[in-house]
């Protein structure tokens, strides 16, 4: 068994010496096209001179082979298939290794194929997702040590709305079933139907074409179509958020979701559907159930809450949502992980 236990000392393989100082090693390893969320994170190891960094952003098999045998430390982003061939190999029992699980592989039997014996560190990004995995696999905390790692911004990048508009409602997210986009159509109508100034502004990709003929066939029938904004994906989100007043979240399934932090602490109001996990991550004032609910929570006077910099800001700093946060608790875990 490979298991961690805090408080211990551990021993890693130096890797190779910069000035007499010993240099760890590290290889992101993450299926190609899924390293959004990494890329920030081996940025921020770039800069250390602690770390010699290599990405293996791949599905080919001996590149995952060829980072595990460069490698120190191993990080494995999303348990996923590259993930569970990893575990499954024969030098990664000599390395440290760290496997970061986000939110749809927790509802996938991957986890269960898994060696656990050869991760030092499996870390969730919240707590509900963990319970999740748990309903799956009873003992994965007596097969490997657990850590709850939410997601970080580089707050300092983030700068708040100098205006914002209610009547703008951005709504981040690629199109796809676990968003729930029938919601979001549903608020619009009553939304319009009460005012006709609200627009939706949709910043992502299509990623189911039943559901661009769904939303653009329901909008000319509720009559909304005009009040519908697709934009596509979008590189320049800075541009994006300009202007908007309130983020909306209409999503069944949750890890620790990135649109909703960046828009509040852009200073939009945030309106969230109660998803399983909501309650623990966001205050209940944010939340809605119902179609009811999330527009009175939209109609909501802007001088309640709709202002640059409100208090949201600061609760995902309180929250320790940063990323300097995320990257203080990651190299803890490097710095512990090894044989």
Not at 37 to 58: C, G, L
Request: hydrophobic share 35%; net charge negative.
């Amino acid at each position: 068994m490979k298991k961690l236990k805090d408080g211990e000392d551990y021993f890693c393989s130096p890797g190779f010496f910069t000035g007499g100082k010993p240099v760890k090693k590290l290889a992101f390893i993450c299926a190609i096209g899924q390293e959004t969320f990494i890329e920030p994170i081996a940025q921020e190891f770039d800069k250390s001179e602690d770390y010699q960094v290599h990405r293996y952003y791949t599905n080919q098999q001996a590149d995952i082979i060829a980072g595990v045998k460069w490698a120190d430390i191993v990080w494995l982003e999303w348990c996923n298939e590259i993930s569970t061939y990893a575990s499954q190999l024969y030098e990664i029992q000599k390395k440290g290794v760290i496997l970061r699980l986000h939110s749809y592989e927790a509802l996938s039997n991957l986890p269960t194929q898994v060696k656990w014996e050869s991760i030092d560190y499996l870390v969730f990004v919240a707590d509900h997702i963990k319970e999740i995995v748990k309903g799956k696999i009873h003992d994965i905390e007596e097969r490997v040590c657990t850590k709850i790692i939410p997601n970080g911004l580089d707050i300092d990048q983030i700068e708040p709305n100098k205006e914002l508009n209610p009547y703008d409602i951005a709504y981040v997210c690629n199109i796809n079933h676990k968003k729930e986009p029938a919601l979001a159509l549903q608020i619009m109508a009553e939304l319009v139907g009460k005012n006709p100034d609200y627009k939706l502004h949709v910043a992502g990709a299509w990623q189911d074409e039943r559901y661009k003929i769904y939303m653009e066939h329901m909008a000319r029938e509720m009559k909304i179509n005009d009040n519908m904004i697709y934009y596509g994906f979008i590189h320049d989100m800075d541009t994006f958020w300009e202007g908007k007043g309130v983020i909306l979240s209409t999503s069944i399934h949750e890890g620790h979701p990135y649109n909703i932090m960046e828009g509040t602490a852009r200073g939009l109001r945030p309106v969230v559907h109660n998803f399983y996990g909501a309650k623990e991550l966001y205050p209940a004032s944010w939340l809605f159930n119902t179609v009811g609910e999330a527009v009175e929570e939209i109609e909501m006077p802007c001088t309640l809450i709709c202002y640059p910099g409100h208090d949201g800001r600061q609760y995902v700093i309180d929250r320790g949502w940063t990323l300097e946060n995320q990257i203080s608790q990651f190299k803890e875990l490097i710095d512990k992980s090894g044989v």
